[in-house]
T-cell receptor, first 113, second 115 residues
Framework: DAGVIQSPRHEVTEMGQEVTLRCKPI?????LFWYRQTMMRGLELLIY????????DSGMPEDRFSAKMPNASFSTLKIQPSEPRDSAVYFC???????????FGSGTRLTVV | AQTVTQSQPEMSVQEAETVTLSCTYD???????LFWYKQPPSRQMILVIR??????QNATENRFSVNFQKAAKSFSLKISDSQLGDTAMYFC????????????FGKGTHLIIQP
């Protein structure tokens, strides 16, 4: 298995631009999680899906952030418009529901200038 | 809401020594899971070890073991015979046993293994 695949690995964009981060979970996993990592706040859960349905988005910082999971093999995290304070590493992780094993992707380092 | 606290921002030991990383957590639940993740400079999050709260026996994985004290809500990680490749950030994490919820992470401990 190729693991959880995230793209791009690095993204540099200008303030105000739209940014889309992508994630392909492990085949067969039915839970998907988006995390954000910053020096100040550490690792924060933004949103998670079970069977493609968003369950808890209370960690999404504001309306500029949105996430979708149109099918079991693909999810996106979109920021529109982006701001410099959105600069962080964004991780996607997947697991089997009711299983305590999580597999993380390699993360996307986002820099907003 | 659960909280996870790692009180050691950074630790440094000599190669081959044993080192213990501390983690405490706060929860009102009785059923939950605890994890230690390693994040090397490559930034990949690697699962080191995990513990189910209902198990009294401490988990071990080769050179890695935990000291799980449920009453004290403590979950420390011991690394024996430390190696240069153990240099990384180490995160303690909590997951509720009630469903497929996300992980709550501590702020991490930067472990440096000196040659």
């Amino acid at each position: 298995d190729a693991g959880v695949i995230q793209s791009p690995r690095h993204e540099v964009t200008e303030m105000g631009q739209e940014v889309t981060l992508r994630c392909k979970p492990i085949s067969g996993h039915n839970s998907l999680f988006w995390y954000r990592q910053t020096m100040m706040r550490g690792l924060e859960l933004l949103i998670y899906f079970n069977n493609n349905v968003p369950i808890d988005d209370s960690g999404m910082p504001e309306d500029r952030f949105s996430a979708k999971m149109p099918n079991a093999s693909f999810s996106t995290l979109k920021i529109q418009p982006s701001e410099p304070r959105d600069s962080a590493v964004y991780f996607c992780a997947s697991s089997l529901r009711d299983s305590y094993g999580y597999t993380f992707g390699s993360g996307t380092r986002l820099t907003v200038v | 809401a659960q909280t996870v606290t790692q009180s050691q921002p950074e630790m440094s030991v000599q190669e081959a020594e044993t080192v213990t990383l501390s983690c405490t957590y706060d929860t009102s639940e009785n059923n939950y899971y605890l994890f230690w993740y390693k994040q090397p400079p490559s930034r990949q999050m690697i699962l080191v070890i995990r513990q189910e709260a209902y198990k009294q026996q401490n988990a071990t994985e080769n050179r890695f073991s935990v000291n799980f004290q449920k009453a004290a809500k403590s979950f420390s990680l011991k690394i024996s015979d430390s190696q240069l490749g153990d240099t990384a950030m180490y995160f303690c994490a909590f997951r509720s046993g009630g469903g497929a919820d996300g992980l709550t992470f501590g702020k991490g401990t930067h472990l440096i293994i000196q040659p």
